[in-house]
Each structure stands twice: as C-alpha cells, then as structure tokens.
C-alpha cells in the first residue's frame, strides 16, 4: 500500500516537473526577472515557484482529489488525498476518459468547463461534478480547473461535498423536526381554544405570582359584565367588591388547597351578580397558576339572551359564509358573507336552490358533506371550490354540523375562502418514503419508460386512497369524484390490496 502511495506521488511530481521545466524554458525565452536562485517571483508578493519534489505533497494536502487530463478528457494522473482515505484506490482510472466516471447530467457541465478553459478564460468557476464508480458508488466533487500546459493539459483539484451534503440532510431534518412540533403546538393550541370557547361553564385562569388573569371564556366574560380582551391581563381580584389583591389570592388558593373543595361566594364589580368561585391550582411551565371555575349564586341567571344575540350577530357579520339546507340539501337560510362568495344580489336568489348548484363537484361534494355529518354529526376542513353566478370559481373549505335534535333536522355549513391559503399551500399530497424509495431504486435499472409507469401507480393508488378516505368508503362517491365507473374503482381497489380495506 505504500509503495503504491509513492508510486502515484513520483508520477504527480514528474508531471509537476515537466510543467515546471515548461514554464522556466518560457520565462528564459520571454525574458522575465529571474532571481539568483532560479526562481521566478510574482511581481504582486514575492511568491516563488514550487519545487518539484514538494507539488504532489501540497496538491495531495490542498485537495480531496487532483486529475490531471489531456483537452480530450483522458486522464493522465490521479491523486488523493491521504487524510481521506473514503474515495479509495482510483489508479484505475488513469487512462481513461473522465467522462465514463461522470453521471449524466456532469458531462455537459465538464464540456463547458474545459472549453472554456481551452479558450484562455480566466477566471474559471468552480464546477460540481457528481462521479461514479461502479454502479453503487457516487460522490459529488467541487472542481477548480487550472491549465498548467501549452499542450492543453488541465489539473482539476476537488474538494468533497459529502460532509456539506450530510449536513445540509441533518438540517433538513431538524427544519423538519421543528415543523412537526410547531404543528403539534399548534394543534393543541386549536384544540384548547376551542374548549374554552364552547365550554358552557365559565372558566378563568389566573396566574398566582401577579394575580392577574391569563386566559378567560365567553361564559365567564358574561358573568363578570366584560369582555374577553378587557378582562385579559387586568387584575383579578378588582373584578369584585371589597377585595384586596393579596388577601384574595391566599383565599383562593387555600380553598384551591382544601381537602373540602370549598367555594369562595363573591359580588362582581361590573354586573353586581352574586357568583360562586371553585378554584383548583396547577403549575405549568414553571408557574402557578390557578383554574377558577364561577357559577352563578342564582341559579336562575341565564346567559341564554346574550348568547342568543351573539350568535345572530355572528351569522349576520361574520368574515365567514354561513348557510342551513334541510336533510336534501336545499338552502333555507345563508348569510351576506355566502351571497358574496356566490356573487348572489339578495337571499332570496339562494334560498330553495340546492347547495350542489353553488359547488364545482356538484352533487358529489354535497352526497359527501351530507353523509359524512349524518354518520357522524359533523365534518371538518372539506376542500373544494364554489362556484358563483357568473362562473367565477373560488376554493373554500366547508365544515358541516348535523343538528337533528328537533322536529326538522338541518345541516349547518360554514364555508370560508380558502383562496389566499391555497395560494401558498405547497403541490401535491405527501408521498410515503415507500413509494418513493421504489421509484428511485429503479433509476439505473429500469428504462424511464417503466420508472414512469411506476410512478403513475403510485400517484394513482395515493389518489384513490384519497378519495375512498373523504368518503368514509362510499365507494359510490369516491368512484364519482374521481370520474370512473362503479366497476372500474372495484378493479383498482382489487389491484391495490384496498378492496379490504375499512
């Protein structure tokens, strides 16, 4: 193993030699400044030429790997570096044509290069140049391309882009990481929003260390005479009378404390109602913080009047589109914000007309949406478009509620313009690391014509995954949202082992 390392370094430093003799046999010839000592100094810093026997040691420590090649691309010598010893022996490809250690896509790059170097241009960039060696070796190389003779000879010294790869993967990985844990964050953060605002109990959290209120729901809000983002941040024990911020606190807490799980009964400074608080204290995040749960004194109280009006204001000035239709579908009420997304002058133009008319997929959207809130009672997030008037197609996002405790049963559809989302929502459903691995396992085994027909089997089984999951495996609704026969889509299941599949 040594004596060929000193093998290959004598042949690095022969050619060396001869560039070397080359270059002094010109400076004689053209008559520039030589010193005493035979060397020649760059006019820019005294910088000497390099003695023969010392090129291949420093090209070996300057590079990952050196080639010298002819203009034709026949390599003429090849050196490694010993501190990375990863790219093995490669004194096989002396002799041979760089290109046939070259993936595809580098040989044109590799042209331009040496062209351009052949023609005189200087500066050259460096060029990126994956290799191959033997079918299951690749590694990307970063080139520097030098001329060093009058011949056209070039010295390519590389460097491994390997480590730069890894980790540029291992940041991905963490990007990634760090994406699916802000997802799941804020996943939880919907969830606990929309608890506190359909929770009936009125709920306050209240931080211990300052006495000041965190969190708070429409319940309580109603109870305490304010509103949420009033009462948000301001001191807790001024929302009732005759109390003091320390003295309230301790009261609180020891009640939280107490073995009887005793309420604490109190006047509210802003309706005058008389309340019952029962508090419970947890830590979270290194804090105390206290869960205060307040009912009315008189059980009487009723919140039923302002709730009422909330929500017909809701449905009159909400951002988002608001309409009931009876168990067929057909709209009995829609709100202003529905009329502007179906470009509709009045409510009157709507109402009667089934919801199908106003969606892109027509009776399939609908059958979906309505038997899926049957089955279940609700359905969220549904992506589709609607259609207006005059033809003009927005992409909304519809969830459904089945209300059918009363004499007329409806469906509640609340539709908002998912357009400016879409917009910048990436292409494309993820496809699992699988089908992926398959189909990159057949480049370099398989024509493209077959790595195509792969592909299309995979997008096809992902679609039909799709579509048999919006409509809860009604094979009838899938089989007419994706376009086919009812005996097509059987076929497909059968050829994709989902036929069994619940």
């Keep these: 193993m040594r004596s060929d390392e000193s093998f290959r370094r004598r042949r690095a430093t022969n050619l060396a030699e001869e560039v ?61 570096s010993y501190q990375h010893p990863a790219h093995g022996r490669l004194e096989h490809w002396e002799g041979s044509d760089i290109r046939d250690f070259l993936t595809v896509e580098s040989v044109p790059k590799l042209d331009n290069q040496m062209a351009a170097a052949l023609e005189g241009q200087n500066p050259i960039k460096p060029v990126e140049l994956n290799h191959v060696d033997s079918s299951n070796w690749e590694f990307p190389i970063r080139y520097t391309m030098h001329r060093i003779g009058p011949d056209g000879s070039l010295l390519l010294l590389g460097r491994d882009l390997r480590p730069i790869a890894e980790m540029q993967q291992q940041l991905v990985k963490a990007q990634i990481a ?14 606990y929003k929309v608890l506190m605002d359909a929770a009936r109990d009125a709920v306050i959290f209240v931080n211990l260390s300052n006495g000041r209120i965190t969190d708070v729901n429409n319940a309580a809000a109603v109870l305490l005479g304010a509103s949420r983002d009033d009462l948000t941040g301001s001191a807790f024990a001024q929302e009732f009378e005759g109390r003091r911020r320390g003295e309230f606190l301790d009261n609180l807490s020891n009640a939280a404390v107490s073995d009887t799980g005793r309420a604490v009964v109190l006047q509210t400074r802003r309706s005058r109602k008389q309340v019952t608080i029962n508090p419970s204290v947890f830590r979270a995040s290194g804090e105390r913080l206290l869960l205060c749960r307040i009912d009315p004194a008189d059980l009487d109280d009723s919140v039923s009047d302002e709730l009422t009006e909330n929500l017909s204001a809701l449905y009159q000035d909400g951002s988002d589109a608001i309409v009931f239709t009876d168990k067929d579908g057909v709209i009995q009420a829609a709100n202003e914000s529905f009329l502007n997304l179906a470009d509709a002058a009045h409510a009157a133009n709507v109402k009667g007309k089934p919801l199908a008319n106003y969606l892109v997929r027509g009776t399939v959207d609908t059958k979906v949406l309505l038997e899926n809130a049957a089955r279940a009672g609700r359905m969220r997030l549904y992506a589709t478009k609607l259609e207006g008037e005059y033809g003009n197609q927005v992409s909304v996002e519809i969830s459904v509620t089945y209300l059918n405790d009363r004499a007329h049963p409806v469906y509640v559809f609340v539709i908002r313009d998912a357009s400016r989302a879409e917009a910048v929502r990436k292409p494309g459903a993820p496809v699992s690391d699988d089908a992926v691995r398959s189909v990159m396992e057949l480049v370099g085994s398989a024509t493209l014509k077959d790595i195509v027909s792969e592909t299309t089997d995979v997008v096809e089984k992902m679609c039909i995954e799709t579509a048999v999951e919006l409509t809860r495996n009604n094979r009838v609704a899938a089989a007419e949202m994706l376009g086919l026969s009812r005996q097509s889509l059987y076929v497909k299941l059968r050829k994709y082992g989902l036929l069994a599949r619940d």
């Design 20 to 80: 070397l003799n080359d270059d002094l046999d010109f400076s004689y010839a053209s008559g520039e400044p030589m010193t005493s000592r035979g060397m020649r100094y760059w006019s820019s810093g005294s910088i000497p030429l390099i003695a023969p026997e010392l090129l291949g040691d420093i090209i070996a420590s300057a590079s990952d790997i050196a080639l010298v090649i002819d203009q034709n691309g026949q390599i003429l010598s090849v050196l490694t």
């Design 178 to 191: 760090l994406e699916k844990d802000y997802e799941a964050q804020r996943d939880y953060d919907t969830r």
